[in-house]
């Protein structure tokens, strides 16, 4: 459990209000506990606090504009939980799962969804084994926030969405960039369409920047695997 010592979280934005609704109060204490234990344990570093909320936790949630309702969400190497637990609490219809490899995190991922009362499963490994693949079954989206490069999230993350199904990976300024230089081998690789959107403008100063990459449609891959042609 936690033992937070006080320390002065920086004011709660009024728009904190319209991005979180009825789960207010669940934000502003995940972003006590990423300031608090999340800094004494490694998670963010020491600096991060004066901006937890623009870097962090709208940073993160303004990536719900993007999914569906009702979704099975999987957040991978949540890390800290990002962009996870902002996602389940901008959105309490997603059902999230974290999955995290190390330890010291997921003991910090259960501890955060028990004291903030959420709904959402903690599990240990990595997207790429087949265990894990296993445990948390047909995903409609997978999430992940500066985990790795573009061309190697598609191949750790991309086989667990479903056909038709994406991911949305949270990028920094390079991103288009990245797309660019690897699209041609993703599509060769079953992925349907790839594309760099902005998020959250309503909320942020800096908009969020994800690369959106979508699984080709189940139907469509096997009419171009008939065709003779390569997704």
């Known amino acids: 459990m936690f033992h937070v010592k006080h320390v002065e979280t920086p004011a ?6 319209t991005v979180f609704g009825d789960r207010l109060d669940a934000a502003i204490r995940y972003a006590e506990l990423l300031v608090t234990e999340g800094v004494v344990r490694g998670l963010i570093g020491p600096r991060e606090a004066e901006r937890v909320w623009e870097r962090h936790l709208f940073n993160s949630a303004a990536i719900a504009e993007l999914i ?3 979704a099975h969400v999987v957040d991978a190497g949540s890390g800290a939980g990002l962009p996870g637990i902002p996602l ?12 995290e490899p190390m330890q010291r995190r997921i003991a910090f991922l259960d501890e955060a969804v028990e004291a903030l009362g959420l709904d959402a499963k903690v599990v240990r490994g990595r997207v790429e084994d087949t265990a894990v693949g296993e445990s948390v079954g047909t995903v409609d989206v997978v999430t992940c926030r500066a985990v790795a490069g573009v061309a190697k999230l598609r191949g750790w993350c991309l086989p667990l969405p479903r056909p038709g199904g994406q991911l949305l990976a949270i990028k920094g300024g390079r991103a288009s960039d990245e797309v660019d230089e690897h699209r041609r081998v993703m599509k060769s690789l079953g992925v349907g369409t790839v594309r760099v959107m902005k998020c959250g403008g309503e909320f942020l100063d800096l908009p969020t920047t994800v690369v959106v990459v979508e699984r080709t449609p189940r139907r469509q891959a096997r009419a171009q695997a008939r065709s003779g042609r390569r997704p």
Request: hydrophobic share 50%; no cysteine.
């Open 88 to 99: 389940a609490l901008a959105r309490p219809d997603l059902r999230v799962t974290l999955v």
């Open 12 to 17: 709660t934005p009024e728009v904190a209000a």
């Open 68 to 70: 569906a309702p009702g």
